[in-house]
T-cell receptor
């Protein structure tokens, strides 16, 4: 089946630093989504991307839908302790009612 | 976005028993999904549940082990049957939003002894 390769697996950064993570696939996706999961919670949608080349921001978060439709990145600027969590990318291979494909997640730790 | 609740939030169960997890949404939705998240892992889709039809199961998941009900457009249940320790996971329901997005419930944390 289709897979998403998400990297890095984990990151340890100092508070105030910028963070970048990405997802790649060998297949084309119509939609890219980025989620954050806090301990003991379900994933929360951060950003949704629908068009190749689209660049979207949500506060300190910025994500882009790759031109080839096979990749996406998420940047977090000026990290703060509450950014700690697991970030998942997810893609929808086809339009309509098709299950999402999830990456394996990036575990972010922020050192104050 | 939809507001989704799950019951129970967590449970500890004995092997061989069954647990039914409930998922309630605050608005009518066509598609609901059930996922499993094993410790330290990503999300794996168990099945898609549409109201009025049989659930569609992903490879590796069968109806006898994970029966699903979808009696109306705001509610679904997932039963984990004849549990073993390998079923210890977080079980999450989600609903489809606009543009192919999905919104997740808080999850049910299951420990099987």
């Amino acid at each position: 089946g289709q897979q998403l390769n998400q990297s890095p697996q984990s990151m340890f950064i100092q508070e105030g630093e910028d963070v970048s993570m990405n997802c790649t696939s060998s297949s084309i996706f119509n939609t890219w989504l980025w989620y954050k999961q806090d301990p003991g919670e379900g994933p929360v949608l951060l950003i949704a991307l629908y068009k190749a080349g689209e660049l979207t921001s949500n506060g300190r978060l910025t994500a882009q839908f790759g031109i080839t439709r096979k990749d996406s990145f998420l940047n977090i600027s000026a990290s703060i302790p509450s950014d700690v969590g697991i970030y998942f990318c997810a893609g929808q291979p086809f339009s309509g009612n098709t299950p999402l494909v999830f990456g394996k997640g990036t575990r972010l730790s922020v050192i104050a | 976005s939809a507001v989704i609740s799950q019951k129970p939030s967590r449970d500890i169960c004995q092997r061989g028993t069954s647990l039914t997890i409930q998922c309630q949404v605050d608005s009518q939705v066509t598609m609901m999904f059930w996922y499993r998240q094993q410790p330290g892992q990503s999300l794996t889709l168990i099945a898609t549940a549409n109201q009025g039809s049989e659930a569609t199961y992903e490879s590796g998941f069968v109806i006898d082990k994970f029966p699903i009900s979808r009696p109306n457009l705001t509610f679904s249940t997932l039963t984990v049957s004849n549990m073993s320790p390998e079923d210890s996971s977080i079980y999450l329901c989600s609903v489809e939003g606009a543009g192919g997005t999905q919104y997740f419930g808080p999850g049910t944390r299951l420990l099987v002894l």
